[in-house]
């Protein structure tokens, strides 16, 4: 089983629509959660932590269920400017700091008109 | 300007013709790491290194090395590149912190062995 798991999609979603990504992951000990955007082979950047409660940016909320080892991504009101993909990060926190991000295959998401 | 700079951003090379890739980040990060990414696999970690001397394997550190004299320098080596080996490479930095922290990624480096 792989530690990070995502539907690798493509999500094709007509602009304005709301779509949500789940990921799964393995490792009960991991203890910090994140999601990241990558375009077209360019460097992954930060998107959005994932925090317990849960966390809205604008149209983005993710939202974490650490009893049943996943985290989700929602986003509302889709832009073409969306289209990318989305990477389901996780972080189990290294013993003397630092991180070891263990990432997802990712998710592709292309808003269409 | 905080950034992560790798060069070369793309390199063609033959089988076994050692080679290095820089990486190096202006924002006094202690941790840094080198992933390939490649179709189906996503990103897989090499190696990292949490401070200046201090490096270990990541999950694929296969045919690779790496070393950490300066903090803001992380090289990347193949000692005798094979055409498995062909991938995308990223270096990554961040702060040395237990709770939440980004991880800044350079632009990549495309390399092709043959």
């Known amino acids: 089983r792989k530690e990070v798991e995502q539907d690798p999609g493509p999500f094709n979603v007509p602009e304005g629509a709301t779509v949500a990504f789940n990921c799964t992951y393995s490792n009960s000990a991991s203890q910090s959660f994140f999601w990241y955007r990558q375009d077209c082979r360019k460097e992954p950047k930060l998107l959005m932590s994932v925090y317990s409660s849960g966390n809205e940016d604008g149209r983005f909320t993710a939202q974490l269920n650490r009893a049943s080892q996943y985290i989700s991504l929602l986003i509302r009101d889709s832009k073409l400017s969306d289209s990318a993909t989305y990477l389901c990060?996780?972080?189990?926190?290294?013993?003397?700091?630092?991180?070891?991000?263990?990432f997802g295959t990712g998710t592709q998401l292309k808003v269409e008109l | 300007e905080a950034q992560v700079t790798q060069n070369p951003r793309y390199l063609i090379t033959v089988t076994g013709k050692k080679l290095t890739v820089t990486c190096s980040q202006n924002?006094?990060?202690?941790?840094m790491s080198w992933y390939r990414q490649d179709p189906g696999l996503g990103l897989r970690q090499i190696y990292y290194?949490?401070?200046?001397?201090?490096?270990d394997k990541g999950d694929v550190p296969e045919g690779y090395k790496v070393s950490r004299k300066e903090k803001r320098n992380f090289p990347l080596i193949l000692e005798s590149p094979s055409p498995n080996q062909t991938s995308l490479y990223f270096c990554a930095s961040s702060p040395r912190d237990r709770t939440n922290t980004e991880a800044f990624f350079g632009q990549g480096t495309r390399l092709t062995v043959v």
């Open positions: 990060v996780v972080n189990p926190i290294l013993t003397g700091g630092g991180n070891k991000l263990t």
């Open positions: 290194s949490m401070n200046v001397e201090v490096t």
């Open positions: 924002m006094n990060h202690e941790y």
